[in-house]
């Protein structure tokens, strides 16, 4: 059995929506609610074949997603970790750029304390990427870094430039 269910139903459909049913739903409650739209959706009963094939399509793939017990096990994490994924991120401090210690070995990186103990730790072009936002490596807390790309005098635009061209 295939479990790359990232693959087996587009990211924009959800299996439980699809087949019209809550996630607590058990084996029975979804083959019922996939059997009754199999045979409302079916081509052969709808006029439109190219639309009843459509939506037939996304029926299987959801009903092959979640029949199968480990199939629906990866499916519901993955589906988890989207929706956390979509959770605005509660930020602990504004931190400026300066206040980070530049710290050069083993590669460069910034980082800054936090209250848990452990610390915020990420290098220069990752923290462009992340425009600003660096999670702790010990908890959950979350600091938005600043800086101001004004203050550069030779206009770089980023701050593993700023560090390396201070020092």
């Given amino acids: 059995m295939n479990h790359d269910v990232s693959t087996s139903l587009s990211s924009s459909c959800d299996a439980y929506e699809v087949l019209g049913i809550h996630p607590s739903a058990n084996a029975s409650e979804i083959r019922a609610a996939y ?3 199999a045979r409302e959706h079916h081509p052969d009963k709808v006029r439109s074949h190219s639309q009843g094939g459509e ?3 996304r029926i299987v793939q959801a009903y092959e997603v979640l029949h199968d017990t480990v199939s629906r096990a990866y499916y519901d994490e ?3 970790a989207k929706q956390r994924r979509n959770v605005p991120v509660r930020i602990a401090e504004t931190v400026p750029l300066e206040c980070m210690e530049a710290v050069e070995q083993p590669t460069m990186h910034f980082q800054y304390p936090c209250r848990c103990g452990q610390a915020y730790v990420i290098a220069p072009d990752a923290l462009v990427q992340e425009n600003g ?3 702790c490596m010990g908890c959950s807390e979350t ?3 600043v800086w101001d790309e004004d203050s550069d005098d ?7 430039e ?3 061209n201070e020092g």
């Fill in 55 to 57: 939506q037939m399509q």
């Fill in 78 to 80: 993955e589906r988890a």
């Fill in 35 to 37: 059997l009754r739209l």
């Fill in 133 to 135: 936002y660096v999670g």
């Fill in 143 to 145: 600091i938005h870094v």
């Fill in 154 to 160: 030779d206009g770089d635009s980023g701050p593993g």
């Fill in 162 to 164: 700023r560090i390396e």
